[in-house]
């Protein structure tokens, strides 16, 4: 059993540039690669780099492969064709679609060690790899269940913003919101909130399809627009992606909002929010972001990677349990455990 998730709150991080660091002279490295949805997405910018460092400091590198735009399985497909076309030391793949894949690129990765981190294979596909890292998504969205606990402690009504609900990862932070919300126990699921400790879900909620950014700032201020709702959660980071879209589109409906004492508390799913992200926050336009750790994300792949290259054992799956928690002014360094 891995330990309960631990905090960090933060008022403060560092963006650090640069996909591939350099290597000490000399090396002989073994090379590795991150095959994301998208390279141009943070998070996924954020794992390189994790991956990176960690490969700088054994001596070997760690490459970010993909397309940019709006993630594609056929786009990807190419990318992780194009990847095993390198001769790497082994790949870690993020995942679109699972049986496209699995029947196109991934019928010719039986000389490469493959893993895949942040969305993983499908039960049906998941022998063609060797193992998976990313987050406990069910804790993930109890830690923001909490949030929204800790920010609207009287309950009220929830709206959550989703991706694809096909997802498992998004179904999973989904049902670990709701499971915290309601008092649910962790083996049993709801399909809904409906006046459990004191929260609920109108039936047009959860909105689903928000994954990016304009969509998610359209639903959202459809959303402010319509009826009140005491807390919003984000799944992703779409709607701060343009931060000064959200400070213009979103702002004056929140000062509306305030005027009339009914802002509801926003809670964003991030990855190391930056200075125009933070800034919503100490402005009161988010409540608060949980970073799900990508660059530890990253970091975890190298690792499971090397194992794998050296022929050493490794576990199957390896779970990133430490999130990074943003509220306004927060002073850094400050840690707590649930």
């Known amino acids: 059993m891995k330990k309960p ?28 690669a991150l095959v994301a949805k998208r390279v141009d ?46 001769d790497l030391d082994g790949i870690a793949l993020a995942v679109t679609h699972s049986k496209w894949l699995a029947e196109h690129a991934l019928q010719r990765t039986d000389k490469t060690p493959l893993i895949t981190f942040d969305a993983d ?16 998504n069910l804790a993930f969205g109890r830690q923001l269940g909490m949030l929204a606990q800790r920010l ?16 498992i990862y998004q179904q999973e932070r989904l049902q670990g919101i709701r499971q915290q919300l309601g008092g649910i126990p962790s083996h049993q699921g709801v399909d809904r909130l409906s006046g459990e400790k ?34 919003i959660i984000s799944l992703g980071s779409w709607p701060v992606h343009h931060a000064d879209s959200y400070r213009r589109q979103i702002g004056p409906l929140l000062t509306e909002l305030d ?27 988010v409540q ?24 050493e054992p490794t576990a199957e799956t390896f779970l990133v349990d430490s999130y990074i928690v943003y509220l306004p002014q927060s002073p850094p360094g400050m840690t707590a455990t649930p």
């Open 288 to 311: 608060a972001y949980l970073d799900m750790n990508s660059r530890e994300i990253g970091r975890q792949s190298y690792w499971m990677l090397k194992r794998l290259a050296r022929g």
């Open 121 to 136: 294979l499908a039960p049906a596909e998941q022998h063609l790899r060797r193992g998976y890292v990313g987050i406990d």
């Open 41 to 86: 997405q943070r998070f996924f910018i954020l794992a390189g780099e994790g991956c990176a460092e960690a490969a700088q400091a054994q001596g070997d590198t760690c490459l970010l492969l993909g397309a940019s735009g709006p993630a594609h399985f056929r786009q990807q497909n190419k990318a992780l064709e194009q990847a095993l076309e390198r």
């Open 5 to 32: 998730p631990s905090f960090c709150f933060h008022s403060t991080a560092t963006l650090l540039c640069g996909l591939l660091l350099i290597l000490p002279a000399g090396a002989e490295p073994l090379q590795f």
């Open 152 to 167: 609207r402690p009287q309950g009220g009504k929830l709206c959550v913003l989703t991706g694809d609900l096909q997802d």
């Open 259 to 285: 005027a009339k004492r009914s802002h509801p508390a926003i809670i964003i799913a991030s990855s190391e929010p930056d200075a125009a992200q933070r800034a919503l926050l100490n402005d009161g336009l």
């Open 198 to 231: 004191g929260w609920s879900e109108p039936h047009r909620c959860p909105l689903e399809r928000a994954e990016t950014p304009e969509s998610a700032l359209l639903q959202l201020a459809t959303l402010l627009n319509t009826r009140h709702f005491d807390a």
